[in-house]
């Protein structure tokens, strides 16, 4: 399996890509071409052309919850592969806000993407089989202890009023390697642990090796982080205890808690970047 980053808040020096703020990852995996999101804009493509990806090559589209960041470099992709289908929850393409000083902002995907292009979008529902070895799972576990942070920041707009999002929306791509299933969760809502534990759930008799992601911890206070340190702390202990090797973390993770991760993980812990290319 081999994971390259066309896409994030960070870039590898000296590699002449562009970062946003946004994730896409493009995934080789037995044969077949994956991409996980496309950033917020198309960026990801230019990146990618640099790189040597051929998007009009990948067979499928995972979308890892319904945010602009990830989604709304899909204007772009459409134009450059017209038969990839996109698999989403329902209720990606919702209204979704974050609350903020003065009011509530958009950021959910822009709707003349799904509205001209909703043929290319297919809703599915409990743990799906995107092939062999491969697995689209919900959040199953919502444990209130490790839940992520940001639930008084995220919103979903209801009839009367804005409700908080309860991130149904959200789904995790596991891909079986030699090593055991990797986890790939875009922000990780629900919180990392509970979606190790409903992929756990959801998969009886496997073994999580390694997760790749956004954590979802980045705060904008002094700390640079939503939540303490000892929820980072508890974090990287749990995900230890459940058999997990290797993190591969950022973007919405924040570079305060990713530098508590690492601390308490080990070096087995480490940064995703634009350009990178990972192996398992």
Known sequence: MKVTVLMENSVLEGCGLTP??????????????????????????????ILGVDLSAVEAVVLSHGHYDHADGLRRFFQMNDRAQVYIRPGAAGPYFARE???HRYIGIHRDIHTNFSTRFVPIQ???SLAEGAWLLPNSVH?????????????????DDFIPDDYRHEQSLV??????????????????????RSVLEQLPGQHVSAVVGGFHMFGKGDSGMNCTPDYVYRVADTLKELGVEEIYTGHCTGESALALLQERFGPSCRALATGQVLAF
């Open 126 to 128: 409990g743990l799906y």
């Open 20 to 49: 946003e703020h946004g994730l896409s990852l493009y995934i080789e995996f037995q044969g077949q071409k994956l991409l996980l999101d496309a950033g917020s804009s198309g960026k990801f493509a230019d990146n990618a052309k």
């Open 101 to 103: 000083l003065g009011g």
């Open 143 to 159: 444990d209130p202890v490790f839940v992520g942070q940001a639930a008084d920041l995220l919103y979903r707009r209801g009839e």
């Open 175 to 196: 891909l079986n390697s030699s090593r055991g299933l990797v986890v790939f969760n875009s922000c990780s809502h629900g919180g990392i642990v509970n979606i190790v």
